[in-house]
């Protein structure tokens, strides 16, 4: 706007011309941004200052620290800062520190059976229980080590109906979850029975092993796998579809 000004004979002209392009910029604004051009607010001078010395305190320790650390730093030196604006501030100046350890995966694409195909389609309401089971596994960082967790639920319900858990991310601990969610219906007299469930999860070696496949063939239980990179799944199965009908998780 200040380039275009004099030719348009003021700022109004201007917003006027960019509203028809649907651009509705008020020439309040313009004056606004302006005058914090010209005189900065309190905030922004102590935010410049505060960036110089985030900055000389990240280079300064072999730009490793975090923004729990150059906090910390900053307090020792006498600068009263919150924590939450050093976070803002290291953001806005894209520096990040080290991080101990190595990120945790827990699912890597399988290839040692032949996909199954994706039955719920992302639509998880069921009728009745053993209809339709989800399953999967998270890790737990403990001082001992990563523990992995594996679970079964049935989607009917919203219960867990079997788990398991192992220091090793193999076949075995997922198998067990399943015996185990076999062993927890014939328990509850709600046997699975052939033909009617749906093993739903997503493409993990874990959950196209052979012996999955086998395990679930020899139960009569249908393999479903879901398709990669998809986050929907889980996003459905904690809103809950709209065709679902939860019934209370006590029941059954």
């Known amino acids: 706007m200040d380039e275009h000004r004099d030719r348009f004979g003021g700022v109004e ?17 313009y004056y606004a941004h302006r005058k914090r051009q010209a005189t900065p607010s309190a905030r922004t001078v102590r935010d410049s200052g505060l960036k110089e010395l985030i900055r000389e305190v990240f280079e300064s320790n072999y730009r490793v620290y975090g923004a729990r650390k150059i906090w910390r730093e900053l307090n020792r030196r006498g ?55 989800v399953a999967d596994f998270t890790h737990v960082k403990t001082w001992a080590g990563v523990v992995y967790v594996a679970f079964v639920v049935d989607t009917f319900s919203r219960r867990v109906v079997g788990w398991s858990a192992a220091t090793a991310k193999e076949t075995v601990f997922v198998l067990d979850a399943l015996d185990m969610a076999l062993w927890q219906r014939d328990r509850d007299q709600h046997p699975v029975q052939p033909g009617e469930l749906r093993h739903h999860s997503d493409a993990g070696p874990q959950y196209t092993s052979f012996r ?34 939860v019934a209370p998780a006590e029941a059954v």
Request: aromatic share 2%; glycine share 10%.
């Open 13 to 29: 002209p201007i917003c006027r011309v960019l509203a028809m392009h649907d651009c509705k910029i008020a020439p309040s604004t």
């Open 79 to 133: 600068h009263a800062v919150a924590r939450c604006t050093v976070e803002r501030l290291i953001r806005e100046l894209n520096i990040t520190g080290a991080v101990r350890g190595k990120r945790v995966i827990t699912t890597l694409p399988g290839g040692q059976a032949g996909r199954a195909p994706d039955l719920p389609d992302r639509d998880f309401a069921a009728g009745a229980p053993n209809r339709c089971w």
């Open 212 to 245: 999955l496949a086998e395990h679930l063939d020899a139960a009569g239980i249908a393999a479903s796998i879901g398709s990669v990179g998809d986050a929907y799944d889980c996003q459905s199965l904690r809103t809950g579809s709209r065709k679902d009908r």
